[in-house]
């Protein structure tokens, strides 16, 4: 089913708090500096914490609105729970369903019905089907990659597995698990859980530290894949040139550590930089740009609290040798998939970066500009939705799915 949402004018004196369906302004504020100081931060509620950023422009940026009359349009609201979007080549969508079935969608909205045949997961709590991602050459060999939280004997674990989307497109066939995040754990949180292929043709992959306090050292812990971004090759092994390659005290898959629960990645289109989003404690969500064996912190240092209220470890925000965040919020995003957009179809958004916020309940816009965030934008907060992904199609557009079943359009006019 299609809807299409009412449209909304937004003139340069409305509130950031506005999340715009459809968006127009004046030829004077289109030229406005996306860096212009006018509109003030997006954020109003109180933070948790008074920890100070170590930077100005770390958090609370100033805000900014879209100016080009774009459109919004709910395409589907069948799905069932879904996660991830892959898009295949001929720009349909492939769609994880969290209890282990793919969905194909049309840009139109029409699903598919359920594909089958990917091993059994654990869709307990934060686990199931997670992302997905599709091989570079899919129209000759029509390989499909995903995450999933798989049970073992000892808990259960991140996994990744591959398999063939069969012509008929009704299942995947011959799949097999290609990698294992271990140790595994007896708990049903932070399993990270995207993937995507780099320019190389290797895998990169998410994964959390499982959220338990016995769990979280091993964030730090190089002998260990939990709280983890790894890199690896098709058959799972670990990807040639990896940062800890060839030593015998760290696992060769892993490109850095420090990570709490990564349910972000995407590669900068400009830059081909790798940028991540990660889920704080009691704020502290935060978007890191990610390097080669760089400690991104967790959880030695945090601009977040336990949900308690009580503060994490030495409560220090700083490190030496520890990378601080591009960008956190504080009260939190709970920042799932995200994408940057590429193209000028709407130019203002060009290399922007979209972020599906959960508990927010809105899509978070991102200016970045020398590796620095120095706007930021909510849409669609009035839809109430839970937005778990969000990707750019072939034809230029933003598309998200919810937790509560739906699909998004949202492109210009």
């Known amino acids: 089913m299609q809807k299409t949402l009412k449209s909304i004018g937004v003139l340069a004196g409305l509130s950031l708090l506005i999340s715009a369906c459809d968006s127009s302004a004046s030829k004077e504020t289109e030229k406005e500096s996306v860096a212009d100081s006018t509109y003030a931060p997006v954020e109003t509620q109180e933070a948790n914490t008074d920890y100070k950023p170590a930077f100005e422009g770390q958090t609370r940026i100033a805000g900014v609105k879209t100016s080009t009359p774009y459109d919004v349009k709910v395409l589907s609201e069948g799905l069932d729970r879904p996660w991830g979007i892959a898009v295949l080549p001929d720009g349909r969508l492939l769609i994880t369903q969290k209890a282990g079935t ?20 654990n869709s307990n709590g934060q686990g199931g089907l997670l992302g997905v991602t599709v091989d570079p050459a899919f ?90 971004v790894l890199r690896i090759t098709t058959d799972g092994k670990p990807a040639p040139g990896n940062p800890f390659e060839g030593r015998s005290d760290a696992r060769p898959e892993i490109y850095s550590y420090g990570h709490r629960n990564v349910q972000g990645l995407a ?127 072939k034809d230029g557009a933003l598309y998200a799915v919810t937790d509560g079943g739906r699909l998004y359009r949202v492109g210009k006019k």
């Open 267 to 393: 590669f900068h289109p400009a830059t081909g930089d790798l940028w991540e989003g990660e889920f704080g404690p009691r704020g502290g969500d935060e978007i890191n740009r990610i390097e080669p064996g760089k400690n991104y912190g967790w959880p030695t240092i945090t601009y977040g609290l336990e949900y308690s209220g009580k503060k994490i470890g030495d409560s220090i925000q700083q490190k030496e040798g520890m990378e601080q965040p591009v960008y956190y919020w504080d009260p939190v995003l709970s920042p799932s998939g995200m994408t940057f957009f590429a193209g000028n179809s709407i130019p203002e958004w060009e290399n922007n970066l979209f972020i599906g916020g959960l508990s927010s309940v809105h899509i978070a816009r991102l200016v970045i500009k020398d590796n620095k965030v120095v706007g930021e934008e909510r849409l669609l907060a009035g839809e109430a939705q839970r937005f778990r992904d969000v990707q750019q199609g």
């Open 139 to 228: 129209d000759s060999n029509r390989m499909v990659y995903w995450v999933f939280s798989q049970d073992t004997p000892n808990g259960t674990l991140t996994a990744v597995a591959k398999g063939k989307l069969a012509a008929d497109e009704k299942s995947v066939e011959n799949a097999q698990v290609i990698y294992q995040a271990t140790p595994a754990h007896k708990s049903n949180l932070h399993y990270g859980g995207r993937i995507l292929f780099d320019k190389d043709g290797h895998l990169f992959v998410s994964t959390g530290e499982r959220s338990d306090i016995v769990t979280r050292p091993q964030a730090q812990d190089l002998n260990s894949a939990l709280g983890k």
């Open 102 to 121: 793919l969905r194909i969608a049309s840009q139109d909205g029409t699903l598919s019905e359920a594909i089958t045949g990917l091993p059994e997961v």
